[in-house]
């Protein structure tokens, strides 16, 4: 009889054990959300403890670290369950009583663990940003205001130091080796922080600047007086230089709460300024920038002109009249030198050194001669769309980095880019344009590549020429707190900057003739109200950019706007509807994107021209079906796409004729649409898409998708990628998703349904670059052998937060024929062009590899591995050619166990162990 129940009692047992979570499951909802109310209490305590001991020249101890980062993993994947349970989706009821009391259990030995007896650890070298530099021109010129500078920051007597010199001679450059040497070299001060005083001068922006460089914040609605304490009471006790570079005006240093420096505090400051008056007011001992000695400014010319121009005798002897032309000034002889690459013409030469001599009229000062060797450097451009081309980059604010996707949108919309049949070759013509502007040194590449910035001496020498023919208005990020008056607005104004400012109204009155304006920047203004007569006799206007400003409604005389090409709504989410658009027929790029329009404007389907659209509205919506055949020009469009119920709404039409465009970014709510599409670009995709399947708008911050820096923030080195899908949801059963063989990159977030990533990865992946996944709490495997072999052009693997996952590579036994053996019967597994590697927060992680497998990764760049406790091997065969940093926690990383007993000491010189507070 006991024999006949027993296996009855096993049956039974789970079964009771579900039921009871079931019964209780309200109720350990209620004790799940106090223990995570308690365990938030403490993380609070611990970070305000940190705060104030870290201003002491202290570190947060790694257990500190590791515990705040588990702590946050812990509060998000509880308020997960918490969104989840509300919406009764993906597991059932029964299921998740289990996860909340296993999740109970952990909250409440976590806290436990928070009890630290001590947090800080002493601080290591000065802290700081090290900076992109250029190298030093001019051995004896440059190299002994360094020393020089150098010997004043390493001594006791001079505690300010003004570095002082004429535009383009080179003091930041200088300065910005000296930045960087004081990060390397020495442990004798705590902080480096370096700002660029924008102008006019913004005390309260200076303040942001350096607390932002400590890592702190400052709250906007305070007054400056207040601000300057707090600031004040950051900065005391800290040993810091502080680097301020191109300061045009002197200030009070207290007036913005930094410390003077004394002896006895030990802080540094040096400025850079074109004027000593400056450096006399602030109290600096003035170190003065000269020029290039005769032989280091003809060495710098040949250097950048190429010494081969000394094999034509004949323009030999114009080389040196034309770099005394240049004034010993880098920045002019770089510029010039840029301009005569490649001219072998002897009359080139000839005119060129007759236009060096003549003088730009009007400019007094001592920037007479650089400004006439920039415009030297300007009027070579020949090309009049080419000079315009330029002087759009003076729209801007000065130092500012310009992203080049944006400014080349402004190019192509005033018609200073060619069309051609697509717009990827569009876009290829501006981004042309912009090489032979960086080519002739009058703009220089930063941020990685995806922006463009004018030297503040460049964009002086394109202000001067825009105050007169052609006329633009240019006060972007001045502080205005309304419109200028409108005796400003001249009836031949072409261009108009007014971005960034404070602007919230324009006085119902006004109405400028400026029958000639075709530019007018007005985003990142408070603009709430546009009165309706503002636009009337702006009838050449071609772009209108209102982005992420506060309007609500638009004034019905932009219909009349026949003219307009590009009208940029961007984030203006107060905006609630649009004017008739039936008549602006010559539009071409209508972004409406963020805005909050509930619907399709009225009269888009007449808008035939256009180019570019961004429908990403608050709620999913579809094309008119007429636009699919009457708008043939359309090549990008963004769009919230579907129905409010998530039912299917796309067509096989649809679907192909979206498949047609050249980039196509959506965030689809069905399964069905988005499977339906990806069916429709077999063989014919777009060149670039970002497609994002999630079925509830409230779990997917949706400005995060189609933001190209958050994007970069993820894959900032992974080049050419265009095609990413993004998944918050991967549907069961017959509403899998579909994923198309030629994706690139791969992001699967917050997706607990999926426990092995092979169900949706059914073809060979060649195109995949980047996969990338995150908050997968069932996911017990990244992926087997198999689905690797599919998977050999994979440069980027990072995993986080995957509570379950105990293996990236899985050796499962239907795959074994297909792994290679070595020749020690070791198991090889070869990525052969992954360049990084990220596992983050994953207890569970045991195994890289299965057994005693091997990883063969030759192109291995980074390794970033952290709260990753149980992985106690690392099973990469050596050697790794490529490898530059592994970024570990350092207890982790002696714990290891190797195979090779070289292994530990070939790789820590790479090593940067974590200390602070987030990896």
């Not at 409440?108 to 530099?133: C, N, R």
């Not at 192909?656 to 990806?678: G, K, P, Q, W």
């Not at 795959?815 to 990525?831: M, R």
């Amino acid at each position: 009889m006991e024999a006949a129940i027993e296996p009855i009692t096993q049956i039974l047992k789970p079964l009771c054990k579900y039921v009871q979570y079931c019964r209780k499951f309200n109720e350990n909802i209620e004790i799940l959300k106090r223990r995570l109310t308690d365990l938030n209490s403490r993380k609070e305590d611990v970070e305000l403890r940190l705060r104030t001991e870290c201003r002491m020249r202290k570190l947060p101890r790694v257990e500190v670290n590791d515990w705040l980062q588990n702590s946050q993993r812990i509060k998000n994947e509880v308020e997960n369950i918490e969104r989840q349970v509300k919406k009764g989706k993906c597991l059932s009821r029964v299921c998740f009583g289990k996860v909340v009391v296993e999740k109970i259990e952990e909250v409440k030995e976590h806290y436990q663990h928070g009890a630290f007896e001590s947090f800080v650890i002493d601080a290591s070298p000065a802290a700081g940003v090290v900076l992109l530099t250029t190298t030093l021109v001019g051995e004896t010129t440059a190299k002994k205001i360094m020393n020089k500078i150098w010997e004043f920051l390493m001594g006791y007597e001079v505690m300010k130091i003004g570095v002082c010199g004429i535009g383009g001679v080179g003091k930041t450059t200088i300065i910005t080796h000296i930045n960087n040497k004081l990060l390397k070299e020495t442990d004798k001060f705590e902080n480096v922080i370096w700002v660029t005083i924008t102008q006019p001068l913004d005390l309260m922006k200076l303040q942001d600047q350096i607390a932002a460089a400590l890592k702190e914040h400052l709250p906007r609605n305070e007054e400056i007086r207040k601000r300057a304490r707090n600031l004040f009471k950051m900065l005391e006790g800290r040993k810091i230089v502080l680097i301020l570079d191109d300061v045009w005006e002197a200030f009070q240093l207290e007036e913005v709460g930094i410390p003077e420096p004394t002896k006895e505090n030990g802080c540094k400051l040096v400025i850079t300024t074109r004027s000593q008056d400056v450096c006399h007011s602030m109290g600096c001992k003035t170190v003065q920038v000269r020029t290039l000695s005769e032989d280091e400014a003809l060495k710098l010319f040949m250097d950048r002109v190429g010494f081969n121009i000394l094999e034509v005798p004949t323009i030999k002897d114009f080389v040196k009249p034309v770099v005394e032309q240049c004034a010993g000034l880098p920045l002019a002889i770089v510029a010039v030198a840029g301009c005569m690459r490649g001219e072998y013409d002897i009359c080139e030469w000839r005119n060129a050194l007759e236009e060096l001599s003549k003088s730009i009229q009007s400019v007094s000062g001592m920037e007479r001669n650089v400004l006439r060797q920039l415009q030297f450097s300007y009027d070579r451009l020949k090309s009049k769309k080419l000079q315009h081309c330029f002087l759009y980059c003076a729209l801007y604010p000065e130092d500012f980095k310009i992203p080049k996707e944006e400014l080349i949108v402004y190019w192509i919309a005033e018609g200073l880019v060619d069309e051609r049949d697509s717009m990827h070759a569009t876009n290829d013509a501006g981004y042309s344009i912009l090489n032979r502007l960086v080519n002739n040194c009058l703009l220089e590449i930063v941020d990685r590549g995806r922006c463009v910035k004018m030297h503040d001496l460049v964009r002086d020498m394109a202000l001067h020429i825009t105050s007169n023919k052609p006329l633009f208005m240019i006060k972007p990020q001045e502080g205005l707190s309304e419109l200028p008056g409108e005796q400003e607005w001249k009836k031949n104004l072409e261009k108009v900057s007014l971005m960034g400012n404070c602007i919230s109204e324009i006085y119902s009155s006004m109405s400028p003739n400026c029958q000639a304006l075709s530019t007018l920047l007005l985003q990142r203004n408070p603009l709430q109200v546009i009165p309706e007569v503002f636009f009337v006799n702006m009838l050449s206007l071609k772009i209108l950019d209102l982005s992420y400003t506060k309007i609500e409604n638009l004034p019905n005389s932009i219909s009349n706007l026949k003219n307009l090409i590009a009208l940029l709504l961007n984030h203006c989410e107060q905006l609630t509807e649009v004017p008739s658009l039936k008549n602006l027929l010559a539009l071409e790029n209508l972004d409406l994107g963020f805005t909050n329009i509930p619907d399709m404007p009225e009269g888009i389907e007449r808008l035939t021209k256009l180019r570019s659209l961004d429908l990403y509205l608050p709620v999913p919506v579809m094309l008119p079906t007429v636009m699919l055949h009457t708008h043939s020009r359309l090549q990008k469009l963004r769009i919230y796409c579907g129905s409010m119920n998530s039912e299917p709404a796309l067509t096989s039409e649809e679907a192909i004729r979206f498949s047609r465009l050249d980039t196509f970014e959506a965030h689809f709510v069905s399964f069905y649409d988005f499977n339906m599409y990806v069916k429709s670009i077999a063989g014919q995709a777009p060149r670039r898409y970002r497609l994002l399947v999630a079925s509830c708008l409230e779990e997917v911050p949706i400005s995060e998708f189609f933001s190209l820096p958050e994007y970069d923030d993820y894959f900032p080195d992974v080049e050419g990628v265009n095609k990413y899908v993004t998944l918050y949801t991967t549907g069961e059963g017959e509403d899998l998703v579909v994923l198309s063989t030629d994706v690139q990159c791969l992001m699967v977030r917050v997706c607990p349904e999926i426990s092995d990533i092979k169900v949706l990865m059914l073809g060979n992946y060649p195109n995949l670059k980047f996969l990338y996944l995150m908050d997968c709490w069932n996911l017990k495997k990244l992926v087997s052998p198999k689905l690797l072999l599919a998977l050999q052009n994979l440069e980027v693997i990072e995993v986080e937060g995957c509570d379950k996952i105990e293996e990236i590579i899985a050796d499962d036994n239907e795959d074994e024929e297909e792994n290679e053996q070595g020749g020690s019967g070791s198991t090889i597994f070869a990525l052969p062009k992954l360049r990084e590697m990220r596992l983050k927060s994953l207890g569970k992680l045991k195994r890289i590899c299965s057994g005693n497998a091997v990883l063969v990764c030759e192109s291995l760049q980074q390794i970033h591995i952290s709260r990753c406790g149980e992985l106690k091997r690392f099973p990469v065969s050596l050697p790794l050619p490529a490898i530059k940093e592994i970024k570990v926690n350092k207890n982790w990383w002696d714990s290891l166990e190797w195979d090779n007993a070289n292994a530990k000491a070939s790789l820590q010189p790479f090593c940067k162990f974590t200390k602070w507070l987030y990896d």
